[in-house]
């Protein structure tokens, strides 16, 4: 018997489609548990903190998707810390434009975007949801 090129590769879409799957899952399943306590968050090397060290309850956000906060997931499947390297890892910055980066570690946690600490518990706020808290004491004792 003589299969064409696109027989074969016809013939076997089923077979591809399944390893996509079992691909998938496994990249779900091999996710790493969160701890059941609070994390301190750790602030990048050098930083000079004028406030504490902020406590995040992890198992309190255990409803939302892992990818909201942790959204390099996808491209840096091992990345779950805030300030990894070449993520918000500035600890000082020296000029305007560096202090408005995401690069700058404080505005990872309070900039106005839905990833961000503070961003998520305001928006969800103005919206009548659950949030966490917003004022300064909630998150830095
Ligand atoms: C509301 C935001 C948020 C959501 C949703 C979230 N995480 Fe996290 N997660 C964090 C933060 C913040 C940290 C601490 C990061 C740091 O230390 O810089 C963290 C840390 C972790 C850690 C590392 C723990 C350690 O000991 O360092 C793992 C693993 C983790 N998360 C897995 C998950 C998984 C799996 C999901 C989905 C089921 C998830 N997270 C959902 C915010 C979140
Ligand atoms: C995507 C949205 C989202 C993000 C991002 C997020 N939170 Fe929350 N947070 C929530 C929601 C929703 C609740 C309310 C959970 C509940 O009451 O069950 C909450 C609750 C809390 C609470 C109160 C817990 C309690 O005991 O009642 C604290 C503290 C908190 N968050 C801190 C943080 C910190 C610190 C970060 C960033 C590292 C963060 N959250 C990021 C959605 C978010
Ligand atoms: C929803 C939680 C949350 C709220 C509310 C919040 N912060 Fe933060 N903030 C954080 C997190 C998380 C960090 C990172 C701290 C760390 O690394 O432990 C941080 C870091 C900072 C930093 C940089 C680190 C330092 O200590 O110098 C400053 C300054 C700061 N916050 C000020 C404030 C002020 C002022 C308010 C009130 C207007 C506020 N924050 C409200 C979560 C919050």
Redesign the pocket.
């Known amino acids: 018997m003589h299969l064409s090129y696109s027989a074969l590769s016809t013939r076997y879409i089923p077979a591809v489609v399944l390893l996509a799957l079992v691909l998938c899952a496994s990249l779900v399943l091999a996710?790493?548990?969160?701890?059941e306590g609070p994390?301190?968050?750790?602030p990048p090397a050098g930083a000079v903190l004028k406030k504490s060290v902020v406590q995040?309850p992890?198992a309190k956000?255990?409803?939302?998707?892992?990818?909201?906060?942790?959204h390099t997931l996808a491209s840096q499947p091992k990345t779950?810390?805030?300030?990894?390297p070449a993520c918000?890892d500035l600890a000082n910055p020296t000029d305007k434009t560096a202090k408005k980066s995401m690069a700058y570690f404080r505005n990872a946690y309070h900039a106005p975007a839905a990833?961000s600490?503070n961003g998520?518990h305001k928006a969800r706020k103005t919206e009548g949801k659950k949030a966490g808290p917003t004022d300064c004491k909630g998150c830095h004792p």
């Open positions: 996710a790493p548990k969160p701890p994390i301190a968050i750790k995040f992890h956000h255990g409803e939302l998707d892992c990818t909201v906060c942790h779950y810390t805030c300030s990894a918000h990833t600490c998520c």
